[in-house]
């Protein structure tokens, strides 16, 4: 399977990221194999788009997400309350809470283990700056974060892990990463999840990539067996773009039941 996440981040409000959810369901229509779809809007749009998707197959998911169950948290949100909105998904560690929010590794440990513990699927984000990849250092800073994120998390039965690579430098810069640097990185972080989780039964954990992902690029990303779908920012909030992505991720599978 391939999977289709949408981080609207915080670019649409309530009225619009309703008519994107709708435009969004559009670009399913018609088509005989689709992807998984995951959309993530701002919570404030998420009781909205979940009326929207209602009847589709598409996925809710949340940007972010407290560690507390409950209690003095100013300004955060709990797994429970995701839940009241539908919320089966939920982004961890992008790299802009990382750099701007002084997110830590640690911190993402316990949103992921707690994600996991309320049966709710983590979407956690990996990534290395520009500096660290020139420096040779890319691997490490992955293998590093992987592992302190994911220390002491226990996949159980019906438990499922996304991890998106996101190389922070093709973020939003309109610069991805080579098919061939997505490949590389994605047998990495396979090796070092294997690791972790010997025993993870097939299509427990699904790694995919983020970084400029757009309708021209992703039927070359998605095709590859190691790239199990795409986080999109973006063009996820493009119609014509997504449109676009949507249509490579189904060609690749429909291409894939014919072989
Ligand atoms: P982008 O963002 O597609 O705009 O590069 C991806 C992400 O931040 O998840």
Redesign the pocket.
Known sequence: MKTV?A?W?MNVGVRESVALARGTLLTLRGRKTIPDLVICPPDVALSEVRKVIARSSAKLGAQNVSWEVSGSHTGETSTRMLQEFGVTHV?IG???RRQHLGETDEMIQKKVAHVLAEQMIPIL?VGETKLERDAGQAQEIIRHQLSVALQGVRLRGGDKLFV?Y?PIW?????E?ASVGEVVEMHRFIDSVLTQLFPDAPEGQISVLY?????GENAYGLLRETEVDG???????VKLNQFKDIVGAAAEVLEAQQTA
């Open positions: 996440i981080n981040k982004i992008h790299s802009e984000c998106a996101e093709a973020i939003g810069s309109g991805p983020g970084g400029s992902v757009t795409v986080l999109v920012g973006g063009a996820s």
